[in-house]
């Protein structure tokens, strides 16, 4: 404003202000501050055509709403408040009112923003608080209030190779699914945004995967072992804001050709030190590890999110419950058939597996599964949230680990594909084919049996389906001498201990 005229004509010191919403066009070389501009202000917008093309492009400025009426000031003469507004670098252009003394520092008006949350699990977040709250799932992170509910006190996790190993009973991991969802919320996850997860199979990925949900954000999914260009077209396809990963020597794979690449408001890293990261490929985005997240949304949850005079205030902003149509994750394919495609699945998708995986599954509470399967895999992770609305206990293993995690923790289930039970069978037959003819004859003699039994088990309860693949009962007869059965979904195989 230096640069304009000081010849314009002053308009009446008591000039009405603009109408409450009204537009204004404003020309400025120098950061504006947000404020009702005074009518001297208003005036100095009439330059010549000239001066009109020396300066920037216009701002546009909505008015917030009009607050109680303030005593006009007389402005300032323009030789003073150049001077006042040359008084150093990075100067803002304040346009005030007419009057004698500029008015007491005041807080600005914030606009509450809008956010989601779970109906069922953070209800207390929603007008009404928890008399609203049904039984009724309407997203998938409200499993978790039910299922604290009715096994709190069970174990629901057991993850014994990460550093550092994890047992997590059903209310805690409510808790920590809780704290990770408000933690994100408070560095500023909105809902309806995409945050791509690339992490493998263990207990924080589910903690990070619900919580993410749990904001009404999307979380996107992959594993470690995709290409660093794969997971770049991934993240980019996605429109993903951010970046969640599973440990330190993952990002300094990524460091050179994936970070560098891409646009991320923060990254949060699940297992390790952050001190382990590349600081090159960091650079200015801030990181977070798991207890960063964590931590900050249990001082959130506790100290700000149920503060009934913060939300009185509207200070902690609208929330809205996620709905069943909302996106829940997106799912990209393996790119076998090309370019990987991203599959939207919703709310009510992931629930209807959850509601109906009964009718395959009679799990009851207590039983234990195990899981090694990658997490990202659409009926690993459906089948995962079914297990745990039945008090299921769930153990995580790898292919390495899996010979010793059948005899040690004899689980009731197992998720895999085929191919991991065909493995485990051949290995079984070699072993059988290499004993003493007695203890071969024995092993022989068991699987027949096993095989006749399950035959006759599926005739008398009207399965359909036929037993097609003889070879995987008998695996799981020799490890545990017992009777055991396998059932087919689709191209993965669900094993049920009887």
């Not at 809008?114 to 709250?133: F, I, M, V, Y």
């Not at 709310?347 to 597996?353: D, E, I, V, W, Y």
């Not at 195990?370 to 039945?390: D, G, V």
Request: with cysteine; hydrophobic share 40%; net charge positive.
């Amino acid at each position: 404003l230096s640069s304009l005229s000081t010849t314009t004509t002053r308009p009446p010191a008591r000039a009405p202000l603009p109408p409450v919403g009204e537009t204004l066009t404003l020309h400025c070389s120098s950061p504006i501050r947000r404020g009702r501009p005074s009518v001297g202000a208003r005036a100095m917008l009439l330059v010549s055509s000239g001066q009109m093309a020396a300066l920037r492009p216009p701002r546009l400025l909505l008015l917030p709403p009009r607050p109680a009426a303030l005593p006009l000031r007389r402005r300032p003469s323009m030789g003073a408040s150049s001077a006042r507004r040359r008084g150093g670098a990075g100067r803002v252009c304040v346009p005030r009112c007419a009057g004698a003394t500029p008015p007491p520092q005041t807080s600005a008006v914030q606009v509450p923003a809008r956010r989601k949350c779970s109906p069922l699990l953070d209800s207390a977040l929603l007008p009404g608080g928890s008399e609203l709250a049904v039984h009724e799932w309407k997203a998938v992170p409200d499993i978790w209030r039910t299922a604290a509910e009715k096994y709190a006190d069970l174990v629901a996790l057991v993850d014994p190779y990460h550093d550092p190993p994890s047992k997590l009973t059903y209310k805690q991991l409510e808790q920590q699914i809780l704290d990770f969802s408000h933690g994100l919320r408070a560095i500023g996850v909105a809902p309806d945004e995409k945050l791509a997860l690339f992490a493998d199979n263990s207990c924080r990925w589910l903690v990070a995967d619900q919580g993410i949900m749990a904001t009404g954000a999307i979380n996107v999914v992959r594993g470690t072992k995709s290409s660093d260009e794969e997971l770049f077209q991934i993240y980019s396809h996605s429109e993903s804001i951010a970046l969640v990963v599973d440990s330190p020597q993952f990002f300094n794979r990524l460091a050179e050709s994936f970070i560098s690449r891409i646009n991320a408001r923060f990254i949060v890293l699940l297992w390790g030190d952050k001190s382990s990261l590349n600081s090159k490929a960091v650079m200015d985005i801030p990181v977070y590890d798991y207890n960063d997240i964590t931590e900050l949304g249990r001082e959130n949850r506790n100290a700000l999110c149920y503060s009934s005079e913060l939300f009185e205030q509207g200070q902690q902003g609208v929330f809205e419950a996620i709905g069943p149509e909302d996106v829940a994750t997106l799912i990209y394919t393996s790119g076998t058939g090309g370019t990987p495609k991203g599959v939207m699945l919703t709310h009510r998708n992931l629930l209807h597996q959850i509601n109906n995986l009964w009718d395959i599954v009679p799990a009851v509470p207590g039983d234990r599964f195990l899981s090694m399967l990658p997490p990202w895999h659409a009926y690993e992770r459906s089948t995962e949230y079914f297990i745990f609305t039945h008090g299921i206990q769930q153990v995580y293993t790898t292919v390495k680990h899996l010979k010793a995690d059948l005899q040690h923790h004899q689980p009731h289930y197992i998720i895999s594909v085929p191919l991991v039970y065909e493995t485990l069978y051949s290995s079984i037959q070699r072993q059988i084919s290499a004993s003493p003819p007695a203890r071969k004859t024995v092993a022989l003699a068991l699987i027949k049996i096993s095989l006749l039994f399950m035959e006759a088990k599926k005739i008398y309860e009207s399965y359909q389906t036929v037993l097609s693949s003889h070879h995987s009962f008998s695996t799981c007869s020799i490890i545990y001498g017992q009777e055991s059965s396998l059932l087919f979904c689709g191209l993965c195989i669900i094993w049920q201990r009887c």
